[in-house]
Structure formats: structure tokens, C-alpha cells
């Protein structure tokens, strides 16, 4: 018997890379006759570097990521996707993308853009992906091409 995946996960924040793996997901979700949820997770942690907390920050987030989402929502439906819905989270990434939010959803496959994290800066920050794939509870794939499996081109500096 084939695996089917009934409920699939994309983490979008409006990169490159997560478009990468948006288009992927649609994919996916199409040949599985399954659910795209589309999560975009607000990281609260950035609001602490502001001296005072200032909800007028979180609330321009929030009004971003809802756009975001509206956007990804309307591009996957025009590619005939029926069964598309949105969640947007306020914490760290790691654990939300990773746990919660599958957990809460009955996610059974998650896909993530690869990060372009260096060495240095994955040490210090830690990539997103990375602990995705060590703490999820589901499959993970974590998306490096585009749909004919080539590396997208890099822009020149």
C-alpha cells in the first residue's frame, strides 16, 4: 500500500525558500487528495530587543502575516487545491513548527524551505529546520529545489 499523506504542513514567512517549498506542498497535497495547511509563525522573541514591548510591532506582524497567508491560500486554490486552511502562531518557531501546531492539527507530513544559514550562524541561532527534523513527531521534508528538482539560481551581489 502507498503512503498517503492526508494533512500537510508548508511553513511560509514569504521567502524564497519557503516559496520553494509552498509550491512543493500544493504538490504534494494534490497527488495525496489531502488537506494544505499553511502556518506562519510570528517570533515573539524579536519584540524583546525593543526597549518597551510595542504592540503596534506585533500588530504590523500580524497584519503582515495574514497577508501573507491570504496570498498563499489564493495561489494554491487557483492551482486546484480545495482543501487549503491557515494558522498563524506568536513564539519560537522551533517548537511551534516542530510540535504544536502539528499536534493540534493532525499534520502527517511537514515541509520546510532549507534555511541559508551558515556553519557560524546555525551554531549560534540554531536552524529552524534542523530542529524541526530531530523533535517532529511526522515526516519532514525539508525543500532545497524547485519543481523540476533543480537548485534555483543564486542572485549575484
Same mark, same amino acid.
Given at each position: 500500500?502507498?503512503?498517503?499523506?492526508?494533512?500537510?504542513?508548508?511553513?511560509?514567512d514569504?521567502?524564497?525558500?519557503?516559496?520553494?517549498?509552498f509550491?512543493?506542498?500544493?504538490?504534494?497535497?494534490?497527488?495525496?487528495?489531502? $488537506?494544505?495547511?499553511?502556518?506562519?509563525? @510570528?517570533?515573539?522573541?524579536s519584540?524583546?530587543?525593543?526597549?518597551?514591548?510595542d504592540?503596534?510591532?506585533?500588530?504590523?506582524?500580524?497584519?503582515?502575516?495574514?497577508?501573507? !497567508?491570504?496570498?498563499? *491560500?489564493?495561489?494554491?486554490?487557483?492551482?486546484?487545491?480545495?482543501?487549503v486552511?491557515?494558522? @498563524?502562531?506568536?513564539?519560537?518557531?522551533?517548537?511551534?513548527?516542530?510540535k $504544536?501546531i502539528?499536534?493540534?492539527n493532525?499534520?502527517? !507530513?511537514? !515541509?520546510?524551505?532549507?534555511?541559508?544559514?551558515?556553519?557560524?550562524?546555525? !551554531?549560534?541561532?540554531?536552524?529552524?529546520?534542523?530542529?524541526?527534523?530531530?523533535?517532529?513527531?511526522?515526516?519532514?521534508?525539508?525543500?532545497?529545489?524547485?519543481? $523540476?528538482?533543480?537548485?534555483? *539560481?543564486?542572485k549575484?551581489?
Open positions: 500500500m502507498l503512503q498517503q499523506y492526508k494533512k500537510i504542513m508548508v511553513a511560509v514569504g521567502s524564497a525558500e519557503a516559496e520553494l517549498a509550491k512543493k506542498a500544493v504538490n504534494v497535497a494534490m497527488r495525496n487528495n489531502g $488537506e494544505l495547511l499553511l502556518a506562519h509563525v @510570528i517570533d515573539t522573541r519584540f524583546q530587543t525593543v526597549s518597551s514591548f504592540g503596534m510591532l506585533a500588530e504590523q506582524a500580524t497584519e503582515m502575516a495574514k497577508q501573507t !497567508l491570504a496570498d498563499y *491560500e489564493e495561489n494554491a486554490k487557483k492551482a486546484g487545491l480545495n482543501h486552511s491557515t494558522v @498563524i502562531e506568536y513564539g519560537s518557531p522551533k517548537q511551534i513548527i516542530a $504544536e502539528p499536534e493540534d493532525h499534520v502527517d !507530513l511537514i !515541509l520546510l524551505g532549507a534555511t541559508g544559514l551558515n556553519a557560524v550562524e546555525r !551554531l549560534f541561532i540554531g536552524s529552524v529546520s534542523e530542529y524541526v527534523i530531530r523533535n517532529a513527531t511526522c515526516d519532514v521534508l525539508v525543500v532545497r529545489t524547485d519543481l $523540476e528538482n533543480k537548485l534555483p *539560481e543564486k549575484k551581489d
